[in-house]
């Protein structure tokens, strides 16, 4: 067995995870991403700044677990470029395909996940968490 994942592999991978990067990017470039910024060009008193950071801070907050995501895409990316790909960060095991298709920015296998899920909150986003 092949311990990487197949070159098909990486470039399936590779293009979800670009669109995914492309997607989030739209969106945060977009609506009150854009506005925020562009308010920063208007002259303001301390009043309005604090005001200003205090809605950064809301957006920010709202869109935490976009830049997240946003953050691991880029990173899968960065290991597709270096090889490393589809093997978990921790045991160096291959991350089942199955996992990478349900998340294909996983940094871990389902073993080492779940143990880093019970050691910290900074895990990978997976898509069946929606609780928040
Ligand atoms: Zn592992």
């Known amino acids: 067995m092949n311990r990487k994942a197949g070159k098909a592999a990486i470039t399936h991978f590779r293009k979800i995870l670009e669109e995914k990067g492309a997607d989030i990017r739209t969106r945060m470039s977009s609506g009150s ?8 060009g208007e002259p303001s008193d301390e009043g309005d700044l604090s005001q200003q950071s205090h809605e950064e801070w ?11 995501v ?23 095991e291959p991350i089942s395909a199955k996992r990478l298709e349900a998340v294909p920015w996983a940094r871990y296998c389902i073993p080492c996940q779940e143990r880093h899920n019970a050691l910290t909150d900074a895990s990978d986003i997976v898509f069946e968490e929606d609780d928040q």
């Open 70 to 92: 946003l953050k691991q895409v880029d990173s899968a990316l960065r290991r597709i470029e270096h090889g490393t790909f589809g093997i978990c960060q921790e045991c160096e």
């Open 58 to 68: 809301l957006f920010v907050n709202r869109n935490q677990l976009e830049i997240t």
């Open 33 to 40: 991403f854009a506005e925020i910024v562009h308010r920063r």
